[in-house]
C-alpha cells in the first residue's frame, strides 16, 4: 500500500465492474485505481458511457466491485454488510445525485434532515443542521416546499444541502451544477471547494473543463479505463487525452 493510499479518505483498488453476463456483457469499470485526499477536490471527467457515475456509486456503497476493492477512511466496503454501509453513507458520505433523488411525500428540510434522524440524531439537532445547510445553499425559504412545487434548480440545491449536511467527510457529487444557472453552479463548486478546504476529500463528476478548473486534480476516463490524469487548471486541462 502506498502512502498516499495510507493516507486516503477514499481508495479504489485495481477495482473492475461488469454488467450483465453474455452478449450483454458490459465491463463500465476496468482495473481502475484512485484515490482522494482529506482536503482534495478530484474532477471526474470523460466522455458519456465511459464509467464516471459507476465508479461514483461504487465508491459511495452504492454498487459493489465485480474486482478489486474499495475503501473509505481505511474500511474496506466489501468487509461491511448492508446495514453497516447505510450507516456510513448517512454519516460520513455526501452523495449528489443526478436525479436529485428526494422524497416526494417529505419537504425540503425533512429531505435535507432525513439522514441525520435516521442515524439516531434527535430531530430537532438533524433540522437545524438540515436548516444550516439549505442557507447556505441560498435556499432556506423553501424549507417548508415539497420537491414537486420545486423547480429543478431549486431540487438540486436541495439535494446538494442534503449531501452537505452535517460532517460529511467524503462528497460524491454527480453534475451538481446540471440544472443550475451559471451563477448559481459557482456558488455549488465554491462550497465544494470550501468543503474541501476545511478537510473533506471530494470527487466531481463534470463534462465541463471550467468546472474541472475548480478542483486539484483532473482523472480522465474512457471505456472505464484511467487514460490520462492532470493538476487542475486550464493549463493542465489543456493537455489531457480527450480534452483537446
Known amino acids: 500500500m502506498t502512502a498516499r493510499q495510507q493516507h486516503a479518505l477514499l481508495a479504489l483498488t485495481h477495482v473492475s465492474r461488469v454488467h450483465g453476463t453474455g452478449a450483454t456483457e458490459v465491463r463500465a469499470l476496468r482495473d481502475v485505481s484512485f484515490e482522494v485526499a482529506p482536503g482534495e477536490l478530484v474532477a471526474l471527467m470523460g466522455p458519456s458511457g465511459s464509467g464516471k457515475s459507476t465508479l461514483l456509486h461504487v465508491a459511495g456503497g452504492l454498487d459493489q466491485p465485480t474486482g478489486g476493492s474499495v475503501a473509505v477512511d481505511g474500511t474496506d466496503l ?65 424549507a417548508d416546499r415539497f420537491p414537486d412545487d420545486l423547480s429543478g434548480g431549486q431540487q438540486q440545491r436541495v439535494a446538494i444541502a442534503r449531501a452537505v449536511a452535517g460532517e460529511r467527510r467524503l462528497i460524491l457529487a454527480d453534475e451538481p451544477t446540471g440544472a443550475l444557472d451559471t451563477s448559481t453552479g459557482e456558488q455549488i463548486l465554491r462550497l465544494l471547494r ?51
Open 78 to 142: 466489501s468487509s461491511l454488510g448492508q446495514a453497516e454501509r447505510a450507516r456510513l453513507r448517512r454519516t460520513t458520505i455526501g452523495y449528489v445525485f443526478q436525479d436529485f433523488n428526494l422524497i416526494p411525500a417529505l419537504t425540503a428540510e425533512e429531505n435535507v434532515a432525513l439522514p441525520g434522524e435516521l442515524h439516531g440524531l434527535r430531530s430537532g439537532e438533524a433540522r437545524e443542521a438540515a436548516r444550516a445547510a439549505l442557507a447556505e445553499l441560498g435556499v432556506a425559504d423553501l
Open 194 to 244: 470550501e468543503r474541501c478546504d476545511a478537510g473533506a476529500a471530494g470527487v466531481l463528476v463534470t463534462h465541463e473543463a471550467r468546472h474541472a478548473a475548480w478542483a486539484d486534480r483532473v482523472v480522465f476516463l474512457r471505456d472505464g479505463v484511467v487514460v490520462d490524469e492532470a493538476d487542475a487548471g486550464l493549463t493542465g486541462l489543456a493537455g489531457m487525452t480527450g480534452a483537446r
